[in-house]
């Protein structure tokens, strides 16, 4: 199955220019939006206040310092009581497993404004002594050479003023999204402040290797952005007591692919000690996990796009950003062609993100190192290492779902949050990570073994090769998908688990909490489709899903042409006109409430709890009604406008949006301290079932109707992407 065809394909093509500033030549999804984030790491370094007050980490007026075992940790003090301390938990050499630091470190930041920025550039500077200064973001497409670096391996810790070393506070780590390929830990709206303060509990908000630095390694490492966000975690484990955390209390929780990682990190055995429970926010769980054999394919694609072989080091360690970005958007652009089973959301995930040399979900395995990180330094800030949680949204929840299938990981995370999980994409195979990774390193000067070439390729040259592969992954390999196609890898050592129903589901106990917004599809279906009437809805469904599965679809009441009002229950909209409300609503369901309903289920019958929630009220992301005026039209509520809510930070909340604010914070302090995100004077949540997932609307009153998303349709006379290609 072809996640739609040309005429979708075409339009959706003008939302993604309209939706962000970055490269254009992009692959783009029509369920699948990217991420505005592009313009913000600019603006945080203009002195504007009104800027800096709605888009960036508020600026501090004191230094607090806490000692910690990795040294004293100095901080910033914020207007919401709580104290901002950024620091640089791991290191990694290109395409190479992350390891924590010995020592407390700022992050690298660069003084020396436009200048080209190379592994070994002098105005990185290796003595950053200003707590102030916010970490730079990995390198990304469409920012200013000057705001990133390969050396991004950082995190904000936000500490309220009521913990100290003695509070035994747990911690929530957040994952953010954007596809595997944009965003940092100061994207818009991850101003932890005031959820620190709100929860009683340490917020960080960490950083990881993207796109084909992250996860398509020309030297066959597979999951390295995974592994990054486990050397977090064990970072955490060391420093988390030190402020007041505690080790065994940490909550991962993530949004889109942040929650994508978290599933991931729920499927790996070496992750369950790090964490004790998960939150997952919007996860296209329609998408598996890539296979071994799919990340071989993407990976060999992808080193054919570099001027290096897989097994040159030192050409691949040599190659640009630049260069490397160029080879990934090939990657992307080509990944459906090579390999069907990648999907057209996020062919670059777990198991993949791509490397020349064939490492694997180093991204991943980033946040394993701030995981391990957090183990360390939490007790000095009154953390426990115990109860920390992990959290993101997107991808950064896709990546949490890598991390709930990475053994290795299980002992650094208690729960996890996953917010706006593409589930439908799953993990890639190895094999299509070697397509995605051959075709990457043909787009280097070097070969895949050629270590030293490639720690000598510019930033520039590696984004280049990038932006290649990500224009070409639908191509090289349809199980790559449009939206996502550098994504986490199921390599079987990693992650061990597609965490779906194409292979046995494990035995799991870690609490989750998984959430979507009502529209999730909408910045894609509105942001460039123009009206399209019934013909062009009915050839659209056929050509995605086939003939058998589009008379289900069109005879299915949810779906059925000219019988919606409005997407989910918000404002009249006459569909007799435009069937993009119907067309809104399937998308929906396909890639992201559908496939977390069906992953709950499993969770819930393999021993786990499992809490389901749409929100029905959000705050307009950045970027949003920019977009699409559809985002801000009444009782819409689009992909990322959880986010706000969720932190606290949306400007001037209305009285239903306080009130959601309120009731979430509170919801989250229970969830990152038991388990459970039951309060007094709220509804009560009841815990996911087999069949009931008792999912509870957010901003609203009562349970989500099944609709669509009912077992006996979705998942079974439709199947999700990652059941079509058995990943």
Known sequence: MVFFGSLLSALSLASAVVASPVNTSLHTDPFFPPVPVTAKG?????????????????????????KTPLGTAQ?????????????????AARWQPSTVVSSWQFPYVNYHKGLALTPTDACISAGNTNASQLPLACPQDGIDASAMSEDCLSMLLYVPSSVNPASNAPTLLWIHGGSFIQGSATNPGLDGSNLAAATNSIVAVVQYRLGALGLVSPNGQMNLAGKDIVTAMQFLQKVLPSFGGSPSKITLAGQSSGANMIRGLLATPSAQSLFQSAIL?????DYGFLSAGTQKTLQDFFVSQLSCSASDTACLNNLSIGNILTAQDNLMNNALGLDPSTGSGEPIRLLGLVSPNGQMNLAGKDIVTAMQFLQKVLPSFGGSPSKITLAGQSSGANMIRGLLATPSAQSLFQSAILQSDPMDYGFLSTGTQKTLQDFFVSQLSCSASDTACLNNLSIGTI???????????LGLDPSTGSGEPIRLVR???????PLDSTAPFPSVSKPILVTNVRNEAALSIYGGIPAIGVADYEELVEETFGTGATQAILKNTDYAVATLGAVGGGADIATTADERPTLEKLGTDQIWRCPTWTFARNWAAHGGAAYVGMYVVGASYPGNIETTSFCGDAGIVCHQDDIEIVFGTAPSPDAQQSALISEMQARYKAFFNTGNPNVAGHATWTVAGTSDVHALTLGGSGEVAAGGCDPSFFGAVVPYDYQVFDI
């Open 75 to 91: 901080g910033i003090a914020d207007a919401d009581n709580a104290a901002r301390f950024a620091v640089r938990y791991g290191q």
């Open 463 to 473: 984004l280049t090769a990038q932006d290649n592969l990500m224009n070409n992954a």
């Open 281 to 285: 926010q919007s996860d296209p769980m």
């Open 42 to 66: 600019l603006f945080c370094s203009l002195p504007i206040p009104i800027v800096q007050q709605l888009l960036c980490p508020r600026q501090g007026s004191s230094n607090p310092t806490v």
């Open 491 to 497: 390599d079987g050592s990693f992650i061990t688990s």
